[in-house]
């Protein structure tokens, strides 16, 4: 069996609350680049969601590199507005209301925050 595609995504310990590392994570099924935001919820959790709105499926920074609302406690598309809770990537306002941004699994190996390839949402 292949081993998975895995991506590093730089050291744990240096990532900063309010960071945003983005990541890129190679091609999707339709041949466009995607990227994982890799970032600390308010409790200091690591969490890592696909850039890509669930609304229209662009990413969410449009290239800006900004994601976060005017109080940094939500990740926010700037195309239209919706906002999502870093927590668990569910959309608490916008035209994607109650979707939810697609997690990339990761883990911590020695210290290093390693990603795995997301199943394709069309799969
Ligand atoms: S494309 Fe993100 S809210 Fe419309």
Redesign the pocket.
Known sequence: MAEPVTYEAGARETLAPGEVRVVPLGIDAHGLPREALVLLDAGGALRVWVNL??????P?DSGSREFWDGERRHLI??????TYRPRDGV?TA???EGERLQAVPHEVRDGVILLFEPPDPED
Do not use: D, R, V
């Open positions: 709105c669930q609304h229209i499926p662009i969410l598309c700037l195309t239209h507005g919706a959309c916008g035209p994607c």
